[in-house]
T-cell receptor, first 115, second 111 residues
Framework: EPEVTQTPSHQVTQMGQEVILRCVPI?????FYWYRQILGQKVEFLVS????????KSEIFDDQFSVERPDGSNFTLKIRSTKLEDSAMYFC?????????????FGQGTRLTVV | DAKTTQPTSMDCAEGRAANLPCNHS???????VYWYRQIHSQGPQYIIH???NNETNEMASLIITEDRKSSTLILPHATLRDTAVYYC????????????FGKGTSLLVTP
């Protein structure tokens, strides 16, 4: 069964450093998402991406965040200058097409720890 | 905030049916009801979705009331591996197709 792959599984970084979280969506999918989940809290939408541009973003997704699809397979989330409160699980998801009756496939997540 | 209301937690005996309710009284006509689950901080996993008709797949059944203001996810024969947090989500064009997760229902399946 096709799957969304995320690397690394765990990233530890110092406050103020830049991090890049990587995702390989399912190959024929066209819409990509990033979500985050702070420990013990709910899963929160960050951003959606289609056709090499952001479709929607939440208020969490401020200027410190950026997304990119640098090649035909990778989808990345960059945090420019990490803060302690950025510590969370980050999930990538992808769907085939943007309509209501579509299942989203999630990766297993990257646990980001900012120290 | 999420547009759904779910009980915080539920228990179910292994082998019995687990019935997880969800209220979504403000659902609009073009929004679907989705169910996802999350097993111990893994990535959310799709279970089932529906618009107004009842749906069944290999994992579960979804019963949607006629007025669409509530639904029930049914796991017909719960196993220990079904212990997870279950999320009921309404989504559609109005929400940009993003999934707005609430706190979900923590289901504990006991031996």
């Amino acid at each position: 069964e096709p799957e969304v792959t995320q690397t690394p599984s765990h990233q530890v970084t110092q406050m103020g450093q830049e991090v890049i979280l990587r995702c390989v969506p399912i190959s024929n999918h066209l819409y990509f998402y990033w979500y985050r989940q702070i420990l013990g809290q709910k899963v929160e939408f960050l951003v959606s991406f289609y056709n090499n541009e952001i479709s929607e973003k939440s208020e969490i997704f401020d200027d410190q965040f950026s997304v990119e699809r640098p090649d035909g397979s990778n989808f990345t989330l960059k945090i420019r200058s990490t803060k302690l409160e950025d510590s969370a699980m980050y999930f990538c998801a992808s769907i085939t097409e943007r309509q209501v009756n579509t299942e989203a496939f999630f990766g297993q997540g990257t646990r980001l720890t900012v120290v | 905030d999420a547009k759904t209301t779910q009980p915080t937690s539920m228990d179910c005996a292994e082998g019995r049916a687990a019935n997880l309710p969800c209220n979504h009284s403000t659902i609009s006509g073009n929004e679907y009801v989705y169910w996802y689950r999350q097993i111990h901080s893994q990535g959310p996993q799709y279970i089932i979705h529906g618009l107004k008709n009842n749906e069944t797949n290999e994992m579960a059944s979804l019963i949607i009331t006629e007025d669409r203001k509530s639904s029930t996810l049914i796991l017909p024969h719960a196993t220990l591996r079904d212990t997870a947090v279950y999320y009921c989500i309404v989504s559609g064009r109005n929400s940009g197709y993003a999934l707005n997760f609430g706190k979900g229902t923590s289901l504990l399946v006991t031996p």
